[in-house]
């Protein structure tokens, strides 16, 4: 079945940057859209980056935009996110998700939690 | 941008009991919305797509409808299982789309 662990999450102080990372398996990695979506402490869940199966088309959140950039290999069935100069606001759960047929989250990783904190 | 607001904001009902959970849209969406559930710790699961349709593995019990505006989540009769925050989110416009806040389902 479709799985996706995220990995790289942890404390880090303001400025810092953080890799993370999100294994696929149980799918066709190179055929699908996949996403990363974060929530913060309280909040709900807020859209971070979008990358098309190609790697060709990316979004960005305004939040990140900047300092986030999304990738994958599709080789290694993998995705990443590297988000640089890291805010308090940054402090969150981030998921990474896969597209189903359609704009919506067909599957989710348990989630990674960023803290961002001195 | 396009704002959904879900209602109530938490729902206390007891197991057996059927839960209505709402979701408005600023705008038209058509049918482009999705609903999800999650637990804490968990991976959030996808319930419904497309406004009404079940995602696979997904019991009957679940049921979404509505188009445009105005969208509803109804579980029939609830399971423990199903105590849990709802989310709904909207691919109307243009991607990746927006959430809202989530609905509590809370045991009574």
């Known amino acids: 079945q479709v799985q996706l662990v995220e990995s790289g999450g942890g404390l880090v102080k303001p400025g810092g940057s953080l890799r993370l990372s999100c294994a696929a398996s149980?799918?066709?990695?190179?055929?699908?859209?996949m996403s990363w979506i974060r929530q913060a402490p309280g909040k709900g869940m807020e859209w971070v980056s979008y990358?098309?199966?190609?790697?060709?088309?990316?979004y960005y959140a305004d939040s990140v935009r900047g300092r986030a950039t999304i990738s994958r290999d599709n080789a290694k069935k993998s995705l990443f996110l590297q988000i640089n100069n890291l805010r308090a606001e940054d402090t969150a759960v981030y998921y990474c998700?896969?597209?189903?047929?359609?704009?919506?989250?067909?599957?989710w990783g348990q989630g990674a939690l960023v803290t961002v904190s001195s | 941008e396009i704002v959904l607001t879900q209602s109530p904001a938490t729902l206390s009902l007891s197991p057996g009991e059927r839960a209505t959970l709402s979701c408005g849209a600023s705008?038209?969406?058509?049918?482009?919305l999705a609903w999800y559930q999650h637990k804490p710790g968990l991976a959030p699961r996808l319930l419904i797509h497309?406004?009404?349709s079940r995602a696979t593995g997904v019991p009957d019990r679940f049921s979404g409808s509505g188009s445009g505006t105005d969208f509803t989540l109804t579980i029939s009769r609830l399971e423990p299982e199903d105590f849990a925050v709802y989310y709904c989110?909207?691919?109307?416009?243009?991607?990746?789309?927006?959430f809202g806040q989530g609905t509590k389902l809370e045991i009574k």
């Open positions: 989110q909207q691919y109307g416009s243009s991607p990746p789309g927006t």
């Open positions: 990358i098309s199966s190609s790697g060709v088309s990316i």
């Open positions: 998700a896969k597209y189903g047929t359609g704009w919506y989250l067909g599957h």
């Open positions: 705008q038209s969406i058509r049918t482009d």
């Open positions: 149980g799918f066709t990695f190179s055929d699908y859209y």
């Open positions: 497309d406004a009404s």
